[in-house]
């Protein structure tokens, strides 16, 4: 029995020994692994709700690029690599300027305590209803009936701020009249874009970014290359209405196709709709949000 012990007590030694190696964990340094990974989640929650998530890939696309330097020791383009390093942090700081202003002036005016406890329905991020699918819809063939011209950008994943703030803020349901009467002509706010996020109209006389795509037919217009301009840079899903033919098309992804009519536009609404509904909970302890170049043709 007196040998088991010995041999009990030389493993007990054993573990005792590592154990000695590991490092040990304070209150404040749990406290603050906690608050870190709260700080890296809102980065990442930051990054991908701007348009900076497309700049980060591209950044994360040149870091590859460089390991891959390093494997088959390419030694002149490490060489250019670290000769750039210093302009390109630079370079990272011009880029990234607007979002990180935007980011400081949003951390200054929101209360932190409200945003990580949020009791909302979110129901403004949870897709768009049916009713409000018949409700564009039949505000689109109503202004291609009578040849109004209509520019109509619906939200997706990526949020389309930076846009809204070229406008007028709405924040009204979506309604048919409430469209047609924005794009009647002649009226304050006909000239420019609508923003839809969920079921409600945003903003109206937005300026959209216009496609330097050099395919488009010279048959579309100012309206057209805006609606291309929008898709290329975002995710979201633009209905377009032409003032000369009255033609109405639809643009998503850099492409540009032909809408017959009131049935085939409500079939591409309500897929956008069920690819977009991911669900959204009553209590949401962390507030995140959801997050949005083909060939044209005539």
């Not at 980011?103 to 929101?110: C, D």
Request: with cysteine; aromatic share 8%; hydrophobic share 45%.
């Amino acid at each position: 029995m007196g040998g088991i012990f010995q041999e009990l007590e030389v493993v007990f030694q054993g573990i005792g020994s590592w154990i000695s190696f590991l490092p040990v964990i304070s209150f404040s340094n749990i406290t603050e692994i906690i608050m870190i990974a709260i700080l890296v989640y809102f980065a990442l929650l930051w990054i991908k709700s701007t348009r900076a998530w497309y700049l980060l890939r591209g950044i994360l696309m040149i870091l590859v690029f460089s390991i891959v330097a390093v494997l088959f020791r390419w030694d002149t383009i490490l060489w250019i690599l670290e000769k750039t390093g210093t302009i390109a942090v630079t370079a990272l700081v011009i880029i990234f300027q607007p979002e990180m202003r935007k980011a400081l002036e949003q951390l200054g005016s929101k209360n932190l305590i409200s945003e990580l406890f949020s009791f909302d329905d979110g129901k403004e991020n949870g897709g768009f209803s049916e009713r409000t699918v018949n409700e564009i819809v039949k505000a689109t063939f109503e202004m291609a009936r009578v040849k109004t011209g209509a520019l109509i950008v619906i939200e997706r994943n990526v949020p389309l701020k930076d846009i809204e703030r070229t406008g007028i803020e709405i924040g009204g349901l979506v309604s048919s009249q409430l469209l047609i009467n924005i794009f009647e002509y002649n009226t304050p706010l006909h000239d420019g874009a609508v923003i839809i996020r969920g079921n409600r109209v945003t903003a109206a006389t937005c300026y959209l970014p216009l496609s330097d795509n050099m395919m488009i037919s010279k048959a579309l217009g100012t309206r057209h290359r805006a609606a291309m301009g929008i898709s290329e840079t975002t995710d979201s899903l633009t209905i377009v209405v032409s003032e000369e033919t009255g033609r109405v098309s639809l643009v998503e992804d850099g492409n540009l196709r032909r809408i017959n009519d009131a049935e085939q536009l409500k079939d591409a609404l309500a897929t956008m709709e069920k690819q977009d509904d991911t669900g959204v909970n009553r209590f949401k302890i962390w507030k995140g949000k959801r997050k949005n170049e083909g060939k044209a043709v005539k």
